[in-house]
């Protein structure tokens, strides 16, 4: 035997161990690039989502013609939302946040974003208005945060009393202690951007050290109640509040439960579970190693432009021989069931499917969607709108208690399942 093959047979089995663990993260690099590609290939559905474009940036693969490309569409839907805006409409605050995102993590600075900033300022000193008299604002507190973040990036200095909506009060637990896990990492992001925010150009804190202190003391109650929800199998809450979870967990350091959690996610991605093309946009850059924070150190130089779509072949239904059904219950505020219908499933049908076909077969029975960067929303069932302004929407579950985590468009009923919407309170 030569000696430069025994020695490179004797460093083998010395690295035995780190040679599987190579094996194991090139798999997951080809996975992560396979996922990549898909939220390529949702691009070429409409409408536009801001949210798949910061995604596509924070990749570590481009295709910089299709990103340009997306970028325009983006800008054209911008313009258009804020001339909306000026007629008095629902406050944007969430989508014009995800769009300032967009625009900063492309490195682009022209008219319609300052006017989207502006927008934004606004927009948050009028949510911020409305928890002072309301408790909770005009949006959500994951829109509310989207929007610090969004300005953060952007290098705007934010509002005392914007910053301060942010911070849990010890007196106002009560309001924070039910927030999603998605809304908790969405806080710790935008905060955390605010604390390490420096003037630009200068190598000065944006902020004075009392507020970055206070930050840092809401960042902990923030991090300690997500990690509260953290399970030993790495899912943080469920598993699409647990990509922004990890962010959070990441933007703070804990490696260790970042890697955990990536794993899991990589799992479960391989059971099909981030088809929706917002999920993947949220799940894409933790994978990545990525945070929200990062938008804001894109330079937008020597990025490698090889990413390439996929054609996906469709998954083949599972075909279904004898005829089967799923129930669907509708109840009111009173908690009366004020409705029942029996859907012969066939094949594979989405909940939107089954919905469709009871109301095509009973005219007693009908809905309304409202299109979101999730997909169609259940607005309106019997002519019963779920309503922001007090606080009600329709609620899907199968069976009486386990609330589904998909919408109507995505959850796939299964045979004799009874789902229940329900007009409740959030
Ligand atoms: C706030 C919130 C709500 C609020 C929204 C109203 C309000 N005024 O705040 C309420 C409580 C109504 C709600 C309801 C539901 N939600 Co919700 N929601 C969120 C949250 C925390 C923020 C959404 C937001 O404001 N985005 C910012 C703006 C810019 O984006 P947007 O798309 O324009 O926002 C609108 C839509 O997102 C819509 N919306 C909210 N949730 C959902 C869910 C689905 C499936 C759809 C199609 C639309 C939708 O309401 C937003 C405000 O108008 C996200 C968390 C996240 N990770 O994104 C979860 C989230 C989107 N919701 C989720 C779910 C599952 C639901 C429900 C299906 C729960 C249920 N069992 O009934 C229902 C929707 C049922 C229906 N009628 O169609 C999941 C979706 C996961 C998935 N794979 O589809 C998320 C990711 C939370 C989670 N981790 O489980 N939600």
Redesign the pocket.
């Known amino acids: 035997m030569q000696p430069g093959v025994l020695l490179l047979l004797l460093l083998m089995s010395y690295m035995g161990v780190p040679l599987l663990a190579h094996k194991l993260e090139v798999n997951h690099e080809k996975a992560i690039v396979a996922l990549n590609s898909l939220l390529l290939e949702s691009t070429r559905t409409v409408p536009a989502n801001p949210s798949v474009h910061i995604a596509l940036r924070l990749s570590e693969k481009h295709n910089l013609q299709e990103e340009q490309t997306y970028l325009r569409r983006l800008k054209t839907d911008l313009r258009s939302l804020l001339s909306r805006s000026e007629q008095g409409s629902r406050p944007f605050?969430?989508?014009v946040?995800?769009h300032l995102l967009a625009l900063r993590v492309s490195c682009q600075d022209l008219q319609e974003k300052r006017q989207a900033l502006l927008y934004l300022k606004n927009k948050l000193s009028a949510e911020r208005n409305h928890t002072i008299y309301h408790q909770v604002p005009l949006?959500?507190y994951?829109?509310y945060s989207?929007g610090v973040l969004a300005l953060c990036v952007n290098d705007i200095r934010i509002d005392h009393s914007v910053l301060s909506g942010l911070v849990p009060h010890d007196h106002h637990q009560h309001h924070h202690h039910h927030h999603?896990?998605?809304?908790l990492a969405a806080a710790v992001l935008a905060l955390k951007c605010m604390r390490e925010s420096t003037v630009p150009g200068r190598d000065v804190w944006m902020y004075s050290t009392e507020r970055r202190l206070k930050a840092q003391q809401a960042i902990n109650k923030l991090m300690e109640k997500i990690r509260r929800r953290w399970t030993s199998n790495g899912d943080v809450?469920?598993i699409?509040?647990t990509p922004?979870a990890l962010q959070a967990l990441l933007a703070t350091g804990d490696t260790k439960r970042w890697l955990k959690g990536k794993i899991n996610l990589l799992n479960k991605s391989k059971q099909g579970a981030f088809q929706?093309p917002?999920?993947l946009s949220?799940l894409l850059p933790v994978l990545y190693r990525k945070t929200y924070l990062d938008i804001g150190q894109m330079d937008c130089r020597s990025e490698s432009d090889e990413l390439r779509r996929v054609d996906l072949e469709p998954l083949e239904p599972e075909l279904s021989s004898q005829p089967e059904f799923v129930y669907v219950s509708v109840k009111e505020r009173n908690l009366a069931t004020t409705y029942t219908a029996r859907v012969p499933l066939i094949n594979q049908m989405s909940l939107l499917k089954v919905l469709q076909a009871a109301s095509k077969n009973d005219s007693n029975f009908n809905f309304k969607t409202e299109q979101?960067?999730?997909?169609?929303?259940?607005?309106s069932v019997n002519h019963v709108p779920?309503q922001?302004d007090a606080?009600t929407?329709?609620?899907?579950?199968s069976g009486a208690h386990t609330?589904?985590?998909?919408?109507?468009?995505?959850y796939l009923p299964q045979p004799g399942e009874h789902i229940l919407l329900q007009l409740s309170s959030?």
């Not at 929407?393 to 579950?397: A, D, F, G, K, V």
């Not at 609330?403 to 995505?410: A, K, R, V």
């Open positions: 605050t969430g989508l946040a995800l949006t959500n994951y829109q989207l999603s896990v998605d809304t809450g469920n699409y509040s922004l929706n917002m999920a949220q979101t960067l999730w997909g169609p929303f259940l607005s779920g922001d606080r929407y329709w609620r899907l579950s609330s589904l985590i998909e919408g109507i468009q995505d959030f």
